[in-house]
């Protein structure tokens, strides 16, 4: 099939049911045009590929797809944006069946509906390399109501959308024990499909009392560093305050892992990290698991007690 | 080196001179956030993958890095957009040296810089594939103030913005000819180091007689066939009119090409296709090389006579 038949068929994969009226000029020109009616565009572009972010012997072709939409459109929650559109950039290998790229696109497109990001745009090309999705994602901010990594202040409660770990526990389930792993659809799930906390992101942006956010994608520590790094502050955690997936305990118990080290390093589980006034409406339904200090640097507290903290750089990786 | 240190030298390789004030928040972030004072976005993302749009052997780093900013902002030019902002995707080989990244993005900057389209964000992978640089730009559009594929009328002025063919002599000399390229620096530039016609195309963008345009990236026939597709009107060209670039049948003549071929059906030039009411004084500058015609098809014109048209689709190819 040529390039310009398959866009053809990208094109109506992707489709959303109903026009968007933010979406002046959609798939087919040089470019797409778009109605920024607040004023201001958050924009963020994220790659997966595949044998680097994914296998297709773990993740089905509608999971790649739900999941290059979810970790973009993430960002955009992290930001308190609401999401505008999407464009995809496909490299696909010329050995690689066209029914597999629609299969992606059309999860892609289902998933960016769900989330009012209609798919404005995109190319495709044909690789010697791997199967890669670059999304780029655009959304809408009003004014200042966006929320940074550099915004913390001391005394900031600290607190996460959702349990931690449970991507990370569902990777090593699918990859190391693939018997064990029908016995955990949730924590499976949350390697395929990771929910981005796009509605939350928006509540959050508009809410006077919310000061930083993040989403965590490389992991709760990781992620921290990074806010704690921009805002120049420091902070604690308690951690037995982080939520841990349902089931956590009893698969790690299973395969001798400890949840707490998915839970404070996994990543890929999308939640929102989030840094606010104690007394703020819009956060007291999320879990608090610490405090921002004055005084820089992390430190991990378990029941009380001082924990021996790991090299919070050690975590980051070269993905 | 780990992926936040290069990430932080490509920050530095590609910061724009002088901060911009449309820029409200850059590099660093989970996304950029961008002030869109015209209310209108215009949206365009392309990719570059080594071994498919390039090589190393032909072209330089630097000169990849040009090419990559080029080949975006003309489709913003044949929006008329404004140039805002524009992100980059890396997908980095393993095996590749941190400074062919970094010679590659410090030219992408100063490109970058040169158009005002400062660079806010991307990212940066490692993958087992070939290198690759996805570009997102983002433009300004004010209004209806844009240019599309589909708005061509019979009667328009057919006109392009300078020489076709340069592009795709200049890649026949560097590849076949690596002897006499030495000798057509201006043809191998235009291969190398494309221009894209990012001024014209803002005026175009808000001159009330240029009714559609798009930039000559797969070659006039291609380019062409596209509008008169989307506009559902025909077209006649007087090929005899076509600028072709300085030295262009010379060295056709030496090589045994024809200069016509790659005027018609080279690609990457990245000049301007206009289509405008005659007496519209924005494009009195410009080359006109035909008429759009009510009657659907597309006929050539050599000094008055037709020619036989060559199968405009047979032009389109799976990049």
């Known amino acids: 099939m040529d390039e310009f038949s398959l866009i ?6 992707v489709r959303a049911r109903a026009a968007d009226p933010r979406v002046v000029l959609g798939i087919g020109d040089d470019a797409a045009v778009l109605d920024a009616a607040l004023g201001r565009i958050a924009v963020t572009t994220d790659a997966m590929i595949e044998g680097v972010h994914f296998g297709f012997d773990l993740c089905s072709p509608a999971d790649v797809g739900e999941r290059a939409v979810a970790v973009n459109l993430s960002d955009l929650a992290a930001m308190g944006a609401r999401p505008l559109a999407l464009l995809f950039s496909l490299e696909i290998p010329r050995s690689m069946d ?4 629609l299969a992606v696109m059309r999860a892609a497109g289902r998933a960016a509906a769900r989330h009012s990001a209609p798919v404005v745009g995109g190319n495709v090309t044909s690789t010697p390399g791997p199967f890669g999705v670059t999304v780029t994602a655009l959304g809408d901010v009003a004014g200042d109501a966006f929320l940074t990594r550099s915004g913390a202040r001391p ?3 600290i607190l996460v959308s959702g349990p931690l770990g449970a991507a990370a526990l569902g990777l090593i389930l699918l990859r190391d024990h693939p018997g064990h792993a029908r016995s955990h659809p949730s924590l499976v799930r949350s390697y395929r499909r990771p929910a981005a906390r796009v509605e939350l992101g928006m509540t959050l942006g508009s809410a006077g009392g919310v000061h930083a956010a993040i989403d965590v994608s490389d992991g709760l520590l990781a992620d921290l560093g990074h806010v704690l790094d921009a805002s120049k502050v420091g902070a604690r955690i308690d951690v037995e305050r982080i939520p841990l997936p349902r089931g956590a305990r009893r698969v790690s118990r299973d395969l001798g892992l400890d949840p707490l080290d998915a839970a404070l390093s996994g990543g890929d589980d999308y939640e929102l990290l989030v840094f606010a006034d104690p007394a703020e409406p819009a956060v007291q339904a999320l879990r608090r698991v610490g405090t921002v200090t004055k005084a820089r640097g992390l ?21």
Do not use: E, Q, S
């Open 299 to 319: 430190t991990l507290h378990r029941d009380g007690k001082r924990m021996i903290l790991p090299d919070v750089r050690g975590y980051r990786h070269r993905k």
């Open 155 to 157: 005394g900031d409660a």
């Open 98 to 101: 066209d029914g597999v790229v």
């Open 8 to 13: 053809d068929r990208i094109k109506t994969a």
